[in-house]
T-cell receptor
Framework: EPEVTQTPSHQVTQMGQEVILRCVPI?????FYWYRQILGQKVEFLVS????????KSEIFDDQFSVERPDGSNFTLKIRSTKLEDSAMYFC???????????FGSGTRLTVV | GNSVTQMEGPVTLSEEAFLTINCTYT??????LFWYVQYPGEGLQLLLK?????DKGSNKGFEATYRKETTSFHLEKGSVQVSDSAVYFC?????????????FGKGTKLTVNP
């Protein structure tokens, strides 16, 4: 069964450093998403991406965050200057169309120290 | 705005017990409804879905029926197993502001004891 692949599975970074989280969505999917889950809390929407541009973003997704689809297969989330409160599990997801369920990756656990 | 409310956990059951996890929603239009499951240390997996009123989603012995009149999508299983121990998330998709996004409830942690 097709799956969404995320790397790395776990990343530890120092506060203020830049991190790039990588995702390979399912190849025929057109919609891409990032969500995050702070430990033990709700799964929160960050951003959606379609047709090579952001279609929606949440209040969390401020100027420190950016997304890119650099080569037609990867989908990346960059956090420019990490803060302690950015520590969370970050999930990438893709979908083949509106109203369809999302397929999620296994997540990247980001720990900011 | 769109939102999902799930029963508070944690829920602890013995093996072979009956499971119900309540979920109600608020949404504009006609949302699609989902249950996702997160096993310990893993990502989110789609468990089942329903896209219109009175549809029943089912998978792995779990069922949920889309009830428009009560805006509910309760998850049920007749006989749980230890391997069902996980966090269960109710979620919906509804067009909002011209784009869609999946909105999750807070999750309900289920522990099944032998």
């Amino acid at each position: 069964e097709p799956e969404v692949t995320q790397t790395p599975s776990h990343q530890v970074t120092q506060m203020g450093q830049e991190v790039i989280l990588r995702c390979v969505p399912i190849s025929n999917h057109l919609y891409f998403y990032w969500y995050r889950q702070i430990l033990g809390q709700k799964v929160e929407f960050l951003v959606s991406f379609y047709n090579n541009e952001i279609s929606e973003k949440s209040e969390i997704f401020d100027d420190q965050f950016s997304v890119e689809r650099p080569d037609g297969s990867n989908f990346t989330l960059k956090i420019r200057s990490t803060k302690l409160e950015d520590s969370a599990m970050y999930f990438c997801a893709s979908s083949e169309g509106e109203g369809y369920g999302y397929t999620f990756g296994s997540g990247t656990r980001l720990t900011v120290v | 705005g769109n939102s999902v409310t799930q029963m508070e956990g944690p829920v602890t059951l013995s093996e072979e017990a009956f499971l119900t996890i309540n979920c109600t929603y608020t949404a504009t239009g006609y949302p699609s409804l989902f249950w996702y499951v997160q096993y310990p240390g893993e990502g989110l997996q789609l468990l089942l879905k329903a896209t219109k009123a009175d549809d029943k989603g089912s998978n792995k012995g779990f069922e949920a029926t889309y009830r428009k009149e009560t805006t509910s999508f309760h998850l049920e299983k007749g006989s749980v197993q230890v391997s069902d121990s996980a966090v269960y998330f109710c979620a919906l998709i509804s067009l909002q502001g011209g784009s869609e996004k999946l909105v999750f409830g807070k999750g309900t942690k289920l522990t099944v004891n032998p």
